[in-house]
Structures are given as structure tokens and as C-alpha cells.
């Protein structure tokens, strides 16, 4: 059984990263943003880098207040829509470029497994939680 409240600093920290990879990327695209992302049409890279800092803030707000259940409740909300934002991304990079976008969609792959199964890890708890307090 896994303790909603536990965090791997991994987990932290590639979130964390991806989140000021986001920021940087919204600040000057140019500069950061890959070619596979450059490769979006306008505007949808630029929401994508939007729509991925929203829910890496959402998840590290929970994780920072994880001894609570609103915590909990919006770390898993903001995982459920990285989860979502990063798996649209990986197929339309796969789809919009290709090959050439293997190391960004795999990336991005990665990042939406790790966040459904975070998501399914706390869900599991917070089940088991239920029915310890039902008893």
C-alpha cells in the first residue's frame, strides 16, 4: 500500500523541472522550445507549454500539502490533466513529425505513465482509506 502523503524526490524534482522548462519555454520559445515543439502550428505549442506549467503548479501544490485531503485531492487532479496534456502531445508529435520527435515523445510518453500511475497509486489509497473509515 502506497501512502498518499510519500514522495519520491524524483517525483518532485521532474515535475518541478518540467514545470520551469514550461515557464522558460513560454518566456522565450525560441530559445527553448524544441524543434518538434516548434514544429506545432501557432497557437498550440504555446498552449501546450500553458496547459503543462497549469497542472505541474496544481500537482506540486498538492504535494506540498499532501497532509491534507484537499492536497491529495489536487495533487491527483493536477497529474490526471498532465496525464492528459502529455499523451495528446506525444501522439501529435509522433503523428506531426515523426521519427524526428522520438526523444521529445518519449519524454512526454513518460511523463503521462508516471502521472496516471501516481494517479491510480493515490486513487488505490484513498479507496482503501474509505473503507478503513467506513469500518
Same mark, same amino acid.
Given at each position: 500500500?502506497?501512502?498518499?502523503?510519500?514522495?519520491?524526490?524524483?517525483?518532485? +524534482?521532474?515535475?518541478? @523541472?518540467?514545470?520551469?522548462?514550461? #515557464?522558460?519555454? =513560454? *518566456?522565450?520559445?525560441?530559445q527553448?522550445?524544441t524543434?518538434?515543439?516548434?514544429?506545432?502550428?501557432e497557437p498550440?505549442?504555446?498552449?501546450?507549454?500553458?496547459?503543462a506549467?497549469v497542472?505541474?503548479?496544481?500537482? +506540486?501544490?498538492?504535494? @506540498?500539502?499532501?497532509?491534507?485531503a #484537499?492536497?491529495? =485531492? *489536487?495533487?491527483?487532479?493536477?497529474?490526471?490533466?498532465?496525464?492528459?496534456?502529455?499523451?495528446?502531445?506525444?501522439i501529435?508529435?509522433?503523428?506531426?513529425?515523426g521519427?524526428?520527435?522520438?526523444?521529445f515523445?518519449? +519524454?512526454?510518453?513518460?511523463?503521462?505513465?508516471?502521472?496516471?500511475w501516481r494517479?491510480?497509486?493515490i486513487?488505490?489509497?484513498?479507496?482503501?482509506?474509505?473503507?478503513?473509515?467506513?469500518?
Amino acid at each position: 500500500m502506497i501512502n498518499p502523503a510519500q514522495r519520491s524526490p524524483f517525483e518532485v +524534482l521532474m515535475t518541478l @523541472a518540467f514545470g520551469l522548462y514550461c #515557464v522558460a519555454g =513560454l *518566456v522565450a520559445f525560441d530559445q527553448f522550445a524544441t524543434t518538434t515543439l516548434q514544429a506545432y502550428p501557432e497557437p498550440w505549442a504555446r498552449v501546450f507549454l500553458g496547459l503543462a506549467l497549469v497542472t505541474c503548479v496544481l500537482t +506540486l501544490t498538492g504535494i @506540498a500539502r499532501a497532509h491534507t485531503a #484537499v492536497g491529495v =485531492l *489536487v495533487e491527483r487532479a493536477g497529474l490526471v490533466g498532465l496525464s492528459g496534456v502529455c499523451a495528446t502531445y506525444t501522439i501529435w508529435a509522433f503523428g506531426n513529425s515523426g521519427k524526428r520527435a522520438l526523444a521529445f515523445g518519449l +519524454l512526454l510518453g513518460a511523463i503521462a505513465v508516471a502521472s496516471a500511475w501516481r494517479t491510480w497509486q493515490i486513487s488505490h489509497a484513498l479507496g482503501h482509506a474509505r473503507k478503513v473509515a467506513d469500518q
